[in-house]
């Protein structure tokens, strides 16, 4: 079987020593990074081979403290990122993230990791949850480690290789509409209500309108906190629904049926069918996460998905097929101006999105 790739961030627990060797690792890495960068946009060499013949060895006596394996991993990050804009020269904060890769990070058992530093290698503990041990049991490292330093705490990001799930045996389809005040809504008639985040996003809207307008170095670290905690709470809140569909059609034997959402805020079409006053909602939730969970959780779980074509699923009556704009009288209430048919409008979309995916 395939297997799924899965990214999992792990909070490290070092010592005061060992937190200064992190901190002072991290602090040259970028500054090779940066040298780097000055004589592949000089040079204008940005193929990692040709830039690795180029200036290992003067980056090496340079920054001597750097295993020489450190120093080949910043010449890769600075091509990596010479790949989005090379008319351009990069420049790299000296927090940026550490590229790890298995010649110099290994796992020790669960409850560390060793780290090559500027002070040689160091055990490092990290704080390991239930949900990590039932990810990181019996699994591999692929490919590479990012250590990040994020609000003075030290992080881990590791991709693991996990197995797909042995395919279930399926009887039935589960469709699921994504939307604004019902996040996702199942062909059963279950809601996953946007009400909680909704409403903290519109007080965040209003704080980050206030701090924008004062521009301060004080109330633009506020703006970043805000920002990541808006996003924490967004994968948490996806991570629970994703994980709440996939058991749900494990039960009932079903394929999960989702609409194929890909581009939906670039979507001029998309946009214009929705309320203005919704559209800030509409562009800044993570659809594409949630998906993505959704998508990895089932591969997991044995769980077939397929994706049906999105257009005119909140306008078309599931009861006779019949499509007209003037079908969804409001945001919440769908009633069919052919036969008469009335109910929740997501939960319509959800049995259209369903019998799309069994005619397909």
Same mark, same amino acid.
């Given at each position: 079987?395939?297997?799924?790739? &899965?990214?999992?961030?792990?909070?490290?627990?070092?010592?005061?020593?060992?937190?200064? +060797?992190?901190?002072?690792? @991290? /602090?040259?890495?970028?500054? +090779?990074?940066?040298? &780097? !960068?000055?004589?592949?946009?000089?040079?204008?060499?940005?193929?990692?081979?040709?830039?690795?013949?180029?200036?290992?060895?003067?980056?090496?006596?340079?920054?001597?403290?750097?295993?020489?394996?450190?120093?080949?991993?910043?010449?890769?990050?600075?091509?990596? +990122?010479?790949?989005?804009?090379?008319?351009?020269?990069?420049?790299?904060?000296?927090?940026?993230?550490?590229?790890?890769?298995?010649?110099?990070?290994?796992?020790?058992?669960? /409850?560390?990791?060793?780290?090559?530093?500027?002070?040689?290698? %160091?055990?490092?503990? @990290?704080? &390991?949850?239930?949900?990590?041990?039932?990810?990181?049991?019996?699994?591999?490292?692929?490919?590479?480690?990012?250590?990040?330093?994020?609000?003075?705490?030290?992080?881990?990001?590791?991709?693991?290789?996990?197995?797909?799930? /042995?395919? &279930?045996?399926?009887?039935?389809v589960l469709g699921i509409d994504l939307g604004i005040v019902n996040i996702a809504t199942d062909s059963k008639g279950e809601f996953f209500s946007g009400a909680k985040i909704n409403n903290l996003r519109k007080r965040y809207s209003r704080?980050?309108?206030?701090?924008?307008?004062?521009?301060?170095?004080?109330?633009?670290?506020?703006?970043?906190?805000?920002?990541?905690?808006?996003?924490?709470?967004?994968?948490? %809140?996806?991570?629970?629904?994703?994980?709440? %569909?996939?058991?749900? +059609?494990?039960?009932?034997?079903?394929?999960?049926?989702?609409?194929?959402?890909?581009?939906?805020?670039?979507?001029?079409?998309?946009?214009?069918?929705?309320?203005?006053?919704?559209?800030?909602?509409?562009?800044?939730?993570?659809?594409?996460?949630?998906?993505?969970?959704?998508?990895?959780?089932?591969?997991?779980?044995?769980?077939?998905? =397929?994706?049906?074509?999105?257009?005119?699923? !909140?306008? /078309?009556?599931? !009861?006779?097929?019949?499509?007209?704009?003037?079908?969804?009288?409001?945001?919440?209430?769908?009633?069919?101006?052919?036969?008469?048919? =009335?109910a929740n409008a997501d939960y319509n979309a959800s049995l259209n999105i369903r019998r799309r995916a069994i005619v397909s």
């Amino acid at each position: 079987m395939n297997g799924i790739l &899965i990214t999992t961030k792990i909070k490290l627990l070092p010592k005061q020593e060992q937190y200064q +060797a992190l901190k002072r690792t @991290m /602090e040259q890495f970028n500054q +090779a990074c940066n040298r &780097i !960068s000055k004589i592949a946009y000089e040079s204008n060499c940005f193929s990692k081979v040709k830039l690795q013949q180029l200036c290992y060895y003067p980056i090496r006596i340079e920054f001597e403290n750097l295993s020489s394996q450190l120093i080949i991993r910043a010449i890769a990050k600075v091509c990596e +990122a010479y790949k989005l804009n090379k008319k351009t020269k990069c420049q790299f904060k000296l927090d940026g993230a550490i590229v790890y890769d298995q010649r110099i990070l290994s796992l020790k058992g669960l /409850e560390n990791v060793s780290l090559a530093t500027v002070e040689g290698r %160091i055990k490092v503990p @990290m704080f &390991i949850s239930g949900y990590h041990i039932s990810v990181m049991q019996d699994r591999r490292i692929r490919g590479q480690a990012d250590l990040v330093f994020v609000n003075g705490v030290f992080y881990l990001l590791l991709v693991l290789e996990i197995h797909e799930g /042995e395919r &279930i045996n399926t009887s039935e389809v589960l469709g699921i509409d994504l939307g604004i005040v019902n996040i996702a809504t199942d062909s059963k008639g279950e809601f996953f209500s946007g009400a909680k985040i909704n409403n903290l996003r519109k007080r965040y809207s209003r704080l980050r309108t206030k701090l924008q307008s004062k521009g301060t170095k004080a109330a633009k670290r506020r703006l970043q906190q805000r920002a990541r905690k808006e996003r924490r709470m967004a994968r948490d %809140i996806n991570h629970c629904i994703s994980k709440n %569909i996939v058991e749900k +059609a494990q039960r009932h034997s079903s394929v999960i049926a989702l609409e194929n959402l890909n581009g939906i805020s670039k979507n001029k079409q998309k946009s214009k069918t929705v309320m203005k006053s919704q559209r800030q909602r509409l562009s800044r939730w993570s659809f594409f996460q949630l998906r993505q969970f959704i998508e990895y959780k089932a591969r997991m779980n044995g769980v077939p998905v =397929v994706f049906v074509d999105p257009k005119y699923t !909140s306008q /078309e009556c599931s !009861s006779c097929g019949h499509t007209d704009k003037e079908n969804r009288k409001t945001q919440d209430q769908f009633e069919c101006v052919s036969c008469g048919f =009335v109910a929740n409008a997501d939960y319509n979309a959800s049995l259209n999105i369903r019998r799309r995916a069994i005619v397909s």
